[in-house]
């Protein structure tokens, strides 16, 4: 039985193919990103998101908290 089994795995390990990339000089590869404003809740609108991260990180703010 653990003949068969390790034979099994053997077997298993010699099917990987060979995973290679193929680089062009100076091009990004990745994903495209989208600037975080555009997403759904402010649709595009960066003054709107300005106005929500500063007022997340006035909420944040230990000392604001403590006064």
Do not use: H, S
Not at 10 to 28: D, I, M, N, R, S
Request: net charge positive; with cysteine.
């Amino acid at each position: 039985m653990a003949a068969g089994v390790a034979v099994a795995f053997g077997l298993a390990a010699c099917g990987e193919q060979p995973q290679v990339v193929t680089y062009k000089q100076g091009e990004y590869q990745g994903k495209k990103d989208e600037q975080a404003f555009a997403a759904a809740p402010w649709n595009g609108n960066k003054a709107e998101w300005d106005v929500a991260i500063r007022t997340r990180n006035q909420n944040q703010n230990e000392y604001k908290r403590a006064n």
